[in-house]
């Protein structure tokens, strides 16, 4: 029988792929991981928004990336991504892509950390493989981070352990197209 108060209750939405209790999915991983492109899609199958923290940075202070490192320093521009990211955690039905550097903060990482809620994806590969995708991106924003290799693959090594310790699940992308990703994490979430 269908009583009048529950049928001028709202309808159920279209269900989601995953009965997820995390209001928000965070990926993390070096320049060239796919944190960019897997979320967009990611975001796109969860029926859920998509925040690039780059991209929040770079609409709120009307200039690209590379024009921030010019103007205030790598310093200040990750002033300028903490303030993002503490802005884009309290997003709810949220696919968060980081800038490959947040985690060098202890801040950051704490911020991310004390976020209730919140599923932290570490999106991995080795070096070269990261680097020859940055490198093969069409119409990539410029990275100032990777002007060198030497520098950019010394702080991979160094970056790599925050990656790790913050992640409540490790994705080796490699061996995966950014769709296989996308349906491996949409598994995960069915899970959580
Ligand atoms: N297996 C893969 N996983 C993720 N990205 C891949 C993969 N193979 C190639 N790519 C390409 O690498 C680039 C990753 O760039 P992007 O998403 O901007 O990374 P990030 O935001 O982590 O720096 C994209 O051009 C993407 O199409
Ligand atoms: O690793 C880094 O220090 C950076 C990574 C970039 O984001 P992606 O990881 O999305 O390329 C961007 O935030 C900036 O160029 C600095
Ligand atoms: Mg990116």
Known sequence: MVTVESANK????????TATTAERVVLTGYMG???STVGRA????????FCDLDHLIETT??????????????????????RALAAALGRHNAVIALGG???????NRL????????????????????FDRCVLQPDAAIRPVLKD???AAARFKARRPQYQRAAHIIVDTEPLT?????????EELRTR
């Open 111 to 130: 911020l991310l950390e004390q976020k209730p809620n919140t599923l932290t994806v570490f999106l991995d590969a080795p070096f070269e493989i990261l």
């Open 178 to 186: 950014p769709a296989e990703t996308v349906a491996r994490l949409i």
């Open 61 to 82: 202070h009307a200039a690209t990336i590379a024009e921030l490192f010019t103007q205030h320093g790598e310093p200040g521009f990750r002033q300028l991504e903490t």
């Open 42 to 49: 990611l975001a796109r199958e969860l029926g859920w928004e």
């Open 101 to 107: 550097g947040a985690l060098e903060s202890l801040t």
């Open 149 to 151: 290799p030497d520098t």
């Open 33 to 35: 991981a796919g944190k």
């Open 10 to 17: 709202p309808q159920p939405q279209t269900p989601s792929p």
